[in-house]
């Protein structure tokens, strides 16, 4: 994912008008899941908490920030934007984007097609953040229930919690290989997956 090079000790007045412009529609605003481990997490940046965890040190613990998406990359929200950017609206608009987006998901042959994966695209993990999207994936498997994979950014991987033996242990054998490849320098996120139930997070499972 592109960064916008502009900071905002020199470049201020430029981030406030993309600000702006993106409260008004001109620009689109996505969120984006970090690990709450994240070193630029502080009292200024704009988040809200998809996984609590115990503690505020806790690995488990994943949040989401929220990002315009600008022709230089995209320009990450702190609290002083809600100023400018009415927060519910805010949240509305980020949300309704990443709801708007052309579904990635597709069957994984490599699990007899029981798994749906989406590897690389756009927003591939926030997509577990997307009731649309997981709304399809309930569909697609036949499953109220979903176990769902974003170890590593920009990856996606999801099984029924109904599958048989087989399809779990490949879909833990796969986060975890996921999770311990040195050679994908994508961010990690959390060695944990989402349990999912209509088209919502409603726990997780340490792995």
Do not use: C
């Not at 008008?17 to 690990?35: C, D, M």
């Not at 200024?44 to 990002?67: F, H, M, P, R």
């Not at 950017?85 to 597709?106: H, P, R």
């Not at 990856?155 to 999770?179: G, V």
């Amino acid at each position: 994912m592109k960064i916008n090079p502009l900071n905002r000790k020199e470049n201020l007045a430029e981030i406030q008008a993309i600000v702006t412009k993106a409260s008004q529609g001109e620009y689109k605003v996505y969120p984006i899941v970090k690990a709450g481990t994240w070193d630029r997490l502080d009292g200024e940046i704009l988040q809200t908490t998809a996984i609590k965890g115990d503690n505020e040190n806790d690995s488990s613990k994943i949040v989401a920030v929220y990002g315009i998406d600008t022709p230089d990359g995209f320009v990450y929200l702190t609290m002083a934007d809600l100023e400018i950017y009415d927060g519910t609206k805010l949240l509305d608009d980020a949300y309704k984007n990443l709801d708007d987006l052309e579904s990635v998901l597709e069957y994984a042959e490599a699990l007899n097609n029981k798994a749906l994966i989406s590897i690389g695209s756009y927003f591939a993990s926030e997509r577990v953040f997307s009731k649309v999207e997981m709304s399809k994936a309930h569909a697609m498997l036949e499953s109220e229930e979903l176990f769902v994979s974003t170890s590593v950014y920009g990856e996606l991987m999801i099984i029924s919690q109904h599958a048989d033996k087989d399809t779990k242990d490949k879909f833990a054998y796969l986060h975890k290989y996921n999770w311990n490849d040195d050679e994908n320098s994508n961010e990690r996120i959390a060695d944990l997956v989402y349990s999912v139930k209509n088209g919502a997070i409603v726990g997780h499972i340490p792995l």
